[in-house]
């Protein structure tokens, strides 16, 4: 197992394009997570998904970004019209859900420059 | 939400010394990992530790949960050891809360 992939590493893009994340998490992992981190701040909780279900979505996920899980695999953080704020690193994590409380696996991340 | 409180936010060791950083929380928690960041943001698994002591070679970890703290010990410090350590808790089954982290450099 060669643990959670991102793709991209790095994006630059300008003010008002689309970008589209990629995250490929632990197999037989039946949790994956979105956050995100700026610099000098510890990770946010952007969404997660429970198999193909997105459960819950944070007050930071505003109408311009949308995560999948179509097949209870792979995900995908898309985020429409992108502003300067939005430059971050896009951080995946998966886990294995058995109980209460699980120990989370993050990617390398997605480092995401806005200009 | 929880808040979670990290200290001290920066730390400067020599190599070969010893530190403990310490972790904070204001409700009861599922789950509370450390994790370390290295230089190219990569987070990397220290402990999945929600009460009790562990033990991984240089590095161990305590949770005192009925007192709401977790302490990180880093014995024999080394200058690899070197970026940012955060502390993350979990309540229920969903999404961690993480600190801001502690910065530490160690110093040839």
């Known amino acids: 197992d060669t643990g959670v992939s991102q793709n991209p590493r790095h994006k630059i893009t300008k003010r008002g394009q689309n970008v589209t994340f990629r995250c490929d998490p632990i197999?037989?992992?039946?949790?994956l997570y979105w956050y995100r981190q700026t610099l000098g701040q510890g990770p946010e909780f952007l969404t997660y998904?429970?198999?193909?279900?997105?459960?819950?979505k944070s007050r930071l996920l505003s109408d311009r970004f949308s995560a999948e899980r179509p097949k209870g695999s792979f995900s995908t953080l898309e985020i429409q019209r992108t502003e300067q704020g939005d430059s971050a690193m896009y951080l995946c994590?998966?886990?294995?859900?058995?109980?209460?409380?699980?120990?989370?696996?993050f990617g390398p991340g997605t480092r995401l420059t806005v200009l | 939400g929880i808040q979670v409180e990290q200290s001290p936010p920066d730390l400067i060791l020599q190599e070969g010394a010893n530190s403990t950083l310490r972790c904070n929380f204001s409700?009861?928690?599922?789950?509370l990992q450390w994790f370390h960041q290295n230089p190219w943001g990569q987070l990397i698994n220290l402990f999945y530790?929600?009460?009790g002591t562990k033990q991984n070679g240089r590095l161990s970890a305590t949770t005192v949960a009925t007192e709401r703290y977790s302490l990180l010990y880093i014995s024999s410090s080394q200058t690899t050891d070197s970026g940012v350590y955060f502390c993350?808790?979990?309540?229920?089954?969903?999404?961690?809360?993480f600190g801001t982290g502690t910065r530490l450099t160690v110093i040839p």
């Open positions: 994590a998966s886990s294995l859900v058995r109980g209460l409380g699980d120990e989370q696996f």
């Open positions: 197999s037989e992992h039946n949790r």
């Open positions: 998904f429970q198999n193909e279900a997105q459960l819950e």
């Open positions: 409700d009861s928690v599922n789950n």
């Open positions: 530790i929600p009460s």
């Open positions: 993350a808790v979990q309540t229920g089954a969903n999404n961690l809360f």
